[in-house]
């Protein structure tokens, strides 16, 4: 009698299991989250973000570092971590879009901050939020990019990010693919992540059409990045404005 089947979950549980338990802990969630940022936090930003004695995120960096989750640098006295790399990232966003909406801010100061969030902001290295699957739909519309069982670039797209200044074919090949979807958390709808998607963010924050506001995640899509998105891919004002549950665009995108 072939047992191979039965043997297969011994394999494979443990190890799911251990990653699982990697996030299995609030505090290690929101170091994750924040490091969706892109950048290298130091240990002493992540421990006052998640409200913890160094010595306790010092543990809990410990144990993310050692299952692979994240990667960390050491320059003189501090250490910095960062998300392992793509994965990682594509990793934590996905859970966060099954795990559900977020509680209601508590303050207006929170709920400004969570708008901000929802409206555009990067998710590792890319554009998400309203910002992110606005100009992903554009970019399906035009025929830049097609949907099959993933995303991928077209002729016509390559031609359009060629303009850009970016050379997606010049690229050598890698593990990461030239295009992905990725579940967007606060739209629950796909955006562009891969090589096409990290280039075009890169774009346009050296262009100048979105800048970082706070010390989150959060984007802020400026007057020369609305006339850009418009002019090469038709995104108004309305198509960044975020929807209310009644489907009404809240006037502040």
Known sequence: MDRTADRAPDRTGPALARLAGLL????????????????????????????????????????LVAGGLLAEERQGRHRYVRLAGPWAAQLVEDLAAHAGPPPAPRSLRAASADAAMARAR?????????????????????????RDTGFAVTCDGLRWFG???IELTARPRGRRPPARACLDWTERRPHLAGVAGAELCR?????????RIGTRRALRVTGA????????????DADLALRSAAGSADGTP
């Open 24 to 63: 299995a802990d609030t505090t290690r969630a929101r170091f994750c989250l924040a490091l969706l940022d892109g950048r290298a936090w130091t240990a002493g930003e992540l421990a006052r973000l998640a409200r913890v004695a160094p010595a306790t995120a010092s543990g809990h960096l410990d144990r």
């Open 122 to 146: 990067t998710c590792y290295d890319h554009l998400a939020g309203r910002l992110g699957v606005a100009v992903t739909d554009a970019l399906l519309e035009r025929g830049l990019l097609q």
């Open 163 to 165: 303009r850009l200044g």
């Open 203 to 211: 774009h346009a924050l050296e262009a100048g059409w979105c800048e």
């Open 225 to 236: 990045g609305r006339r850009a998105l418009y002019e090469l891919l038709g995104v108004t």
